[in-house]
């Protein structure tokens, strides 16, 4: 199974800018994307990538703002977050789901999920 290890979380004032990692050991996945949990609310999906294409698909609160990346070799993920808002406060996962599927943004797609590292946005 697929191993998955989050870091780059912390404290940021609102308009700064974050990057999150998350570690990948191994690449029998269909799709990886990136979740947040805040307080009290629901997992939602912030970016969901194909593994073999790199096609993402971000939600519409974060666009514009947030971009997926990776490294060559895909043992490496990135969440880049600029323009934070205190919305943006949560924890934040990365996940992994084998199954094909168009719900990219759906945490019930995945079944394969990092730690968290936290998110806070406040001056």
């Known amino acids: 199974q697929v191993q998955l290890v989050e870091s780059g979380g912390g404290l940021v004032q609102p308009g700064g800018s974050l990057r999150l990692s998350c570690a990948v050991s191994?690449?029998?996945?269909?799709?990886i994307g990136w979740f947040r949990q805040a307080p009290g609310k629901e997992r939602e999906g912030v970016s969901g990538?194909?593994?073999?294409?790199?096609?993402?698909y971000y939600a519409d609160s974060v666009k514009g703002r947030f971009t997926f990346s990776r490294d060559n070799a895909k043992t490496t993920v990135y969440l880049q977050m600029n323009n934070l808002k205190p919305e943006d406060t949560a924890v934040y996962y990365c996940?992994?789901?084998?199954?094909?599927?168009?719900?990219?943004?759906?945490?019930?797609?995945?079944?394969?999920w990092g730690q968290g590292t936290q998110v806070t946005v406040s001056s």
């Open positions: 990538t194909i593994n073999y294409d790199g096609t993402t």
């Open positions: 996940a992994t789901t084998n199954r094909i599927s168009t719900g990219l943004l759906l945490p019930n797609y995945y079944d394969n």
């Open positions: 191994g690449l029998n996945y269909y799709a």
